[in-house]
């Protein structure tokens, strides 16, 4: 074994661990957006673990943030809570914050 493969290996084993940590971040974000937009509209405990969870699940509609986005607007505004696109992406980069530190603290 030399050197390069061995650098080659702890280069990959970095790679991956980098992905599942920015998905767990991703993932405990929207939760926590779930929570906060639950908030909002004012739903029940259950309701809004729910909710939590839909919004997990709404993140893999398609790459990015803009389909949780979409849903967090939309859902908002159905339930008459005085929320624009702006509070929602702002609310996204402070739960990503929240997020990492939650998984920081956990390991």
């Keep these: ?6 650098r080659e290996r ?14 767990r971040v991703t993932a405990r974000r929207n939760r926590l957006l779930g929570h906060w937009a639950a908030g909002l509209m004012k739903l029940t405990k259950e309701e809004a673990d729910a909710y939590a969870s839909a919004v997990v699940q709404a993140e893999f509609e398609e790459a990015g943030d803009e389909d949780v986005i979409r849903k967090l607007v939309s859902d908002l505004t159905a ?29």
């Design 10 to 23: 702890a280069f990959e084993t970095k790679y991956a661990r980098d992905e599942e940590m920015a998905f």
């Design 79 to 107: 339930a008459g809570a005085e929320v624009d696109e702006g509070a929602v992406r702002r609310a996204i980069e402070e739960q990503t914050i929240e997020a990492r530190r939650q998984l920081m603290q956990s390991e």
């Design 1 to 6: 074994m030399t050197t390069f493969d061995d």
